[in-house]
């Protein structure tokens, strides 16, 4: 099975900055796309930002501007840069992965997902 480790989450104080980081090992795959998620609680999971292959990004308007996502496709690993932090950041962090296997099999893998919270 795919690997899938993220880091990077702590607290910090509104205004600040973090640094997310999720890399994929273990198989053999091709990456279409990798995106990061958060989910706080009593919410459903959104996308914060995506990035694919072809390296077109999308940003959730609360991101634009402050979050900045990037890649490593020789490690495999996707970064979320995370700048003027607000409060309302506060979340779980999820890595989701767009795997492609062998004869065109696509396969979703999540990271095990890293809190982020961001106090006033």
């Known amino acids: ?22 890399a994929a090992s273990g198989s053999t795959f091709s990456i279409n796309a990798m995106g990061w998620y958060r989910q ?3 919410k459903q999971r ?4 995506q990035i694919t292959k072809y390296g077109s990004t999308d940003y959730a308007d609360s991101a634009k501007g402050r979050f ?3 890649r490593d496709n ?4 996707v970064y979320l840069q995370m700048n003027s ?14 795997l492609e296997f062998r004869d065109r099999v696509r396969q979703n893998y999540w990271g095990q997902g890293t809190q982020v919270t961001v106090s006033s």
């Open 46 to 49: 959104e996308l914060v930002a």
């Open 1 to 22: 099975q795919v690997h899938v480790v993220e880091s990077g989450g702590g607290s910090v104080q509104a205004g600040g900055s973090l640094r997310l980081s999720c």
């Open 68 to 70: 900045t996502i990037s």
């Open 74 to 77: 020789a490690k495999n690993t």
């Open 85 to 98: 932090l607000k409060p309302e950041d506060t979340a779980v962090y999820y890595c989701g992965l767009d």
């Open 40 to 42: 706080a609680p009593g």
